[in-house]
């Protein structure tokens, strides 16, 4: 089957790929496991000269590269901008402090000397999404390959350019030849992948069906991994909230990459003593989103990625409005894949957008009667990957966030991930973690070394 590069805003077939077969997979996985030994062997210092190298290179080409995503997948050239940047900022950041971070660790035995050292595993398989196609990517691949080891991407089907922008972005760089290469494989090919002699580990970045799939492989074959899953984000505004910063945050992080991202606030939940005067906020602000061709610098709102990722979206959302839920803003599909800005209040258990990821320009409304019943509801998913509390008190709602089931938990803050912070979630949002210290010790061996 072929990879088909199509533009979501004019439904324009750009280019056409076609897949790899079998020989082509076992001759790239090969060529990545014989460059990583001299990688490894290279050294912190040159390692992290080339890694500054592709920081700069993103700097320089982020406008190239926000056309080239807005193009595959549809997010408006500013927020494209923006995300490669972020990838320049990961870079940076893994080239400054990798060394740092796998240092060894001196401890004190009965023995003359011991100690843990941090040594790459070989080959990371990285699969990756196509809502921030250069950021996911940069995301698992700046410290793994800091770390030592290899890569190979297998990036999502409807995202081929961006995937060999990035196999170039390295390249261009000075990377070894096939030390980072984009692997042009089906989805069904993915599992041959990771039974390969030649891959070490996986890193996935997907759906919670996807995650259980490629988890189930990697314990197959004994292969380490890290699922980052789906999410269902939990946005709580107290009665004592500053209801416009609130307001305002609440639509930036909902409709943020047209509502395409795992950690988008997906559940709002304003308690009682606020809920209307907060939600008639939210209804304002979110009217004022600009939604149109994502090549112009103005539109704020693209089009979905895929028309099916729409229709599956609307389906969603006529099923809750059945259900009891009530249309207070858009919920009517545009043109081809665009899907406006929509609300959905007083969404209640049973209904689609209370227990479902919404993924896309959805917001689910969610009353909660109190502090307490909101943190219930906040708790009550089978998700956990992120979560915001709103209050002028930051210390009570400090302690509020130790109670909620997630990953990372902010205040008066939207949910965003940063290099220096680890990010991933629990229960079904996944396991393991990426970025800081911790993200790039998961695809290395700890090894403990003893000495008389």
């Known amino acids: 089957m072929p990879y088909i590069s199509l533009n979501p805003a004019t439904n324009e077939t750009l280019k056409t790929y076609m897949s790899w077969d079998r020989r082509h997979l076992a001759e790239a996985l090969e060529q990545t496991y014989h460059a990583q030994p001299a990688w490894a062997r290279l050294g912190f210092p040159r390692?992290?000269?080339?890694?500054?190298?592709?920081?700069?290179?993103?700097?320089?080409?982020?406008?190239?590269?926000?056309?080239?995503?807005?193009?595959?997948?549809?997010?408006?050239v500013r927020e494209g901008r923006a995300e490669v940047e972020k990838c320049a900022l990961a870079c940076d950041y893994y080239a400054v402090h990798a060394e740092h971070f796998m240092q060894v660790e001196r401890v004190q035995t009965g023995a003359c000397k011991s100690y843990v050292s941090y040594e790459?595993?070989?080959?990371?398989?990285?699969v990756m999404?196509?809502?921030?196609?250069?950021?996911?990517?940069?995301?698992?691949?700046?410290?793994?390959?800091?770390a030592g080891n290899g890569c190979v991407l297998k990036h999502a089907s409807n995202v081929p350019?961006?995937?060999?922008?990035?196999?170039?972005?390295?390249?261009?760089?000075?990377?070894?030849?096939?030390?980072?290469?984009?692997?042009?494989?089906?989805?069904?090919?993915?599992?041959?992948?990771?039974?390969?002699?030649?891959?070490?580990?996986?890193?996935?970045?997907?759906?919670?069906?996807?995650?259980?799939?490629?988890?189930?492989?990697?314990?197959?074959?004994?292969?380490?991994?890290v699922m980052e899953l789906g999410g269902s984000d939990a946005f709580i505004v107290l009665k004592d909230a500053d209801l416009e910063l609130a307001a305002t945050f609440a639509v930036r992080s909902r409709f943020q990459n047209c509502g395409q991202?795992?950690?988008?606030?997906?559940?709002?939940?304003?308690?009682?003593?606020?809920?209307?005067?907060?939600?008639?906020?939210?209804?304002?602000?979110?009217?004022?989103?600009?939604?149109?061709?994502?090549?112009?610098?103005?539109?704020?709102?693209?089009?979905?990625?895929?028309?099916?990722?729409?229709?599956?979206?609307?389906?969603?959302?006529?099923?809750?409005?059945?259900q009891g839920a009530h249309a207070v803003l858009g919920c009517e599909p545009g043109e081809?894949?665009?899907?406006?800005?929509?609300?959905?209040?007083?969404?209640?258990?049973?209904?689609?957008?209370?227990?479902?990821?919404?993924?896309?320009?959805?917001?689910?409304?969610?009353?909660?009667?109190?502090?307490?019943?909101?943190?219930?509801?906040?708790?009550?998913?089978?998700?956990?990957?992120?979560?915001?509390?709103?209050?002028?008190?930051?210390?009570?709602?400090?302690?509020?966030?130790?109670?909620?089931?997630?990953?990372?938990?902010?205040?008066?803050?939207?949910?965003?991930?940063?290099?220096?912070l680890p990010f991933g979630g629990t229960k079904d949002s996944g396991f393991g973690r990426e970025l800081s210290y911790h993200g790039i010790r998961e695809f290395v061996n700890v090894k403990t070394v003893w000495v008389r």
Not at 49 to 58: K, N, T
Not at 120 to 126: H, I, N, Q
Not at 269 to 297: C, H, N, Q, R, Y
């Open 47 to 76: 390692r992290a000269e080339l890694m500054h190298r592709a920081a700069s290179l993103l700097h320089e080409r982020a406008a190239e590269y926000a056309i080239l995503i807005a193009a595959e997948m549809g997010k408006p």
């Open 261 to 322: 991202s795992c950690i988008a606030a997906k559940r709002i939940i304003p308690v009682a003593d606020i809920a209307d005067e907060f939600g008639s906020l939210f209804i304002k602000k979110t009217k004022e989103l600009k939604m149109g061709d994502p090549l112009d610098e103005a539109t704020q709102i693209g089009p979905m990625a895929r028309l099916d990722l729409r229709e599956n979206l609307h389906q969603q959302v006529t099923d809750s409005i059945a």
């Open 129 to 146: 999404p196509w809502n921030f196609p250069f950021f996911q990517v940069i995301r698992f691949a700046a410290p793994t390959l800091m």
């Open 336 to 420: 081809g894949a665009f899907y406006p800005p929509s609300i959905l209040d007083d969404v209640t258990p049973g209904m689609r957008a209370y227990h479902e990821e919404l993924f896309g320009p959805v917001a689910a409304v969610i009353r909660a009667a109190d502090e307490e019943d909101a943190i219930r509801i906040a708790n009550d998913t089978r998700f956990g990957l992120g979560s915001s509390i709103w209050s002028r008190d930051a210390d009570h709602a400090e302690e509020l966030a130790h109670r909620i089931q997630a990953g990372c938990s902010f205040i008066n803050g939207m949910v965003r991930s940063d290099p220096r």
């Open 161 to 225: 350019q961006c995937a060999l922008a990035l196999e170039r972005l390295f390249q261009d760089a000075g990377f070894p030849p096939h030390l980072f290469s984009t692997l042009m494989i089906e989805p069904s090919e993915v599992g041959e992948a990771i039974a390969s002699q030649h891959v070490h580990a996986v890193t996935l970045t997907g759906s919670e069906r996807a995650g259980r799939e490629i988890a189930s492989h990697a314990g197959q074959h004994l292969k380490k991994c």
């Open 120 to 126: 790459p595993l070989g080959v990371v398989l990285g």
